[in-house]
């Protein structure tokens, strides 16, 4: 059943959404407050965009030119709706194909930014699936890998250009790998924690195609006050 909400807070931003789909959460909130965005940036590559929380947040951060990428048909039209009631078809764009065919459609080094709030869960003779085809391949790297994601990146970012991941800390050292092995250098990281007595469940990089060396340990995100509430530095990502 498709409803409409308020994009998490953003009083200016409405999302339609699929309660039977994988709905996005808080990381697709968080990313696209840690990327680095400048004035500069003209266009900008999100990769497996749902129903399209990171290209909404994205357009009131930025005037760049953003194009979101959806394998899944359902999920495309979700986020297709989702521009065209906050009247930004001027400045996102949403694609329905998948991002590891359509990179050979986008010419090289054409993207200032890219940003992907990837499937966190590799795929081996352990894994256990959801019966919903939609949250699968959302959360399991069935159709989309990292090894993937930093080889198109590498294609298609720009010299400096950066790619911004939201992540699960314990494949930090597979991010930091498979980056350098496609001459992006990691830059910053930013461990997230759900209450400062827990230990961090997110993890933010971010990574500049052929940077200098250089790694940056930003401070730790903490997201609720021991009552639940969001701590004061997640509402101030709210709108």
Known sequence: MEVT???LGYKDLKIIQDNEMFNFSLDSVLLPNFITLNKNIKNILDIGCGNGPIPLILSAKTKAKII???????????AKKSV???NKQD????????????KDDFESDSFDVITCNPPFFPVNKNSKFNESDYKTIARHEVKLNLEQILTIARKLLKNDGVIGLVHRPERLVDILTLMRENNIEPKRVRFVYPKKDKEANILLIEGVKNGKP??????????????GSYTDEVQNYFM
Do not use: A, M, R, S
Request: with cysteine; charged share 25%; aromatic share 6%.
């Open 5 to 7: 909400n308020y994009l």
């Open 68 to 78: 979101g990428v959806e394998i899944q048909k359902e999920v495309f039209e979700l």
């Open 84 to 86: 065209k009631i906050n």
């Open 91 to 102: 400045q996102i764009t949403i694609i329905n194909d998948d991002i590891n065919k359509l």
């Open 214 to 227: 250089g790694l940056k340990i930003c401070p730790p995100l903490y997201t609720h006050n021991t009552d």
